[in-house]
Each structure stands twice: as structure tokens, then as C-alpha cells.
């Protein structure tokens, strides 16, 4: 049974009740913008009960309360009996296919915050076909965080209705969008930048 294997996530007091809503970012920078919308959402309902997560080390540091399993169904099925969400809210991306349909199985509303492709996630999804076009419709709603990104969505087939050019979420108080429209394009700037990352 599910109880003889090994967790391939990190269990924690916050993932073992029932939740309102998951919120989910790959790491710090994700969990940071989410956190942002958090705010605001929170203000208008200050009841909800929402459990942060990442998929790393550093996105737990930056404040996310547990780390999401690997996309395996059985240990998706441990996670969603525990928490039990109303919704799942992703950021920027993270559309591992045994996620998407675990939540689906269970009628879970799916949204994506920021949503951006970049050119080599286009031609995968693009690669994909229909496979691709039946996973992608499993999520409810695209806020895009560009024009690029919104047209990118539904040139892969995403309906349209689902789809709203709602800005980037990185910079929430200087720009409504990226910098650049299209997908996964760099930002401008006259001096010289430092970028520090991982990766796996």
C-alpha cells in the first residue's frame, strides 16, 4: 500500500491538514512573486487556508512550507489525500503532466500565475500535439505574463477564454509585463549584470 513507500516530498505540521489552496513555486524566485498575489488575496479573504510549496531547498527558505512530490502519481495521490485542496495555483510554469491530472482526477480548479514559455518549452508543448494540447487543457486559467506568452498559449491550443495577459509577476510595483513581449527574452540593461543560480 501507499503507506510502505518512501515519501519523495517533505512532509511538515503545514502539508498534513486539509488546505484551501496550493500555491506553488519551483523556487525562491517563484515562491517571492507568488507571495505578492498572497498578500492581496489574503486581504479580501482572511479565512483562507493556503499551504505554500516549492520544489526545491531555496524555495523552502524563501518562505514555501513544504516541498511538492515528484511528478509520481502515487506519492501525488498521499499528497492530495492529506491536503485535500479546493485549488492549485502554479507559478510561472511547473506543468508536470502527473500533477495536472492527479488534480484534475479530483476536480481541483488549476491556475497558473505569470504564466511564461520560453522558446524551447514552445517547441516541446508544439512536439507534443495532442498529448500536449490534452494536458494543457486540464488547467482552468492562464494569467500570461505577456502578449508573447498569451498568443504562445493559444497557438498550442489553450481556449482563448482561459487566457488573460495579466502581467509579470517578478516585478510587481515597476512593470505590468516583461520588459520584452515575447517569451523568454532577456532583460535590458546598460550595465553589466551578475546572475547567480543553479542547476540540477
Known sequence: GLEALPLPWSPSPAAEDPVDLIVHGA?????????????TLQQGRPHLKILRTAGTATGLEAGAEARLPRD?????????????????????????????????KRSIPIGVLGARLSPA????????????????????????????????????GVPPERVRHTGWLKWPTLHSSPPSEGPGTRVPNRRPTLVLGNVY
Do not use: M
Open 27 to 39: 523556487s525562491a524566485g517563484e515562491v517571492r512573486a507568488a507571495a505578492c498575489w498572497l498578500e
Open 121 to 156: 518549452s514552445l517547441r516541446l508543448w508544439a512536439w507534443a500535439g495532442q498529448s500536449g494540447r490534452d494536458i494543457l487543457g486540464l488547467v482552468t486559467a492562464w494569467a500570461a505574463a505577456s502578449r508573447g506568452d498569451h498568443d504562445a498559449l493559444i497557438k498550442l
Open 72 to 104: 509520481l502519481p502515487y506519492a501525488l495521490d498521499a499528497f492530495f489525500e492529506r491536503t485535500q485542496p479546493q485549488g492549485l495555483v502554479l507559478t510561472e510554469g511547473e506543468l508536470w503532466p502527473n500533477l495536472l491530472l492527479a488534480a484534475a
